[in-house]
């Protein structure tokens, strides 16, 4: 994630939220809003309603090592935030199911640039 930086603050997130562009898949749920930076910025939010802390932070790890893979196909200037729906059991969650529906999602979203 070197051309990433993260969004930290609760009013970024919800400046994203609000403004931002929805696009909704089976287990996750992705905001885009365009910036006016040359970066690229990567929110992941997880209710604490989905499971345990450890859970959670798995599931963060498999959406950022996702993203690391997606991240230099990706358009700059563009901020996007992840979302997992509340009804999804984290504990069932596999790394090639968020790559697969994350690349989706983006491809949908027409920022993701990639040949098939």
Do not use: P, W
Not at 22 to 41: A, H, T
Not at 89 to 116: A, C, G, P, R, V
């Amino acid at each position: 994630m070197k051309e990433t930086e993260m969004l930290k603050k609760n009013y970024e997130f919800r400046n994203v939220l609000t403004k931002g562009h929805f696009f909704i898949g089976r287990q996750l749920k992705v905001v885009i809003f365009k910036n006016r930076k040359k970066c690229k910025l990567l929110g992941i939010a997880i209710s604490s309603k989905n499971g345990k802390a450890y859970q959670r932070n798995r599931a963060k790890r498999l959406i950022r090592e996702s993203y690391k893979i997606l991240e230099e196909k990706i358009e700059n200037g563009y901020t996007i935030v992840i979302l997992i729906k509340n009804d999804i059991n984290l504990k069932d969650l596999k790394f090639i199911d968020i790559l697969n529906e994350l690349k989706d999602t983006l491809k949908k979203s027409q920022i993701l640039y990639i040949k098939d």
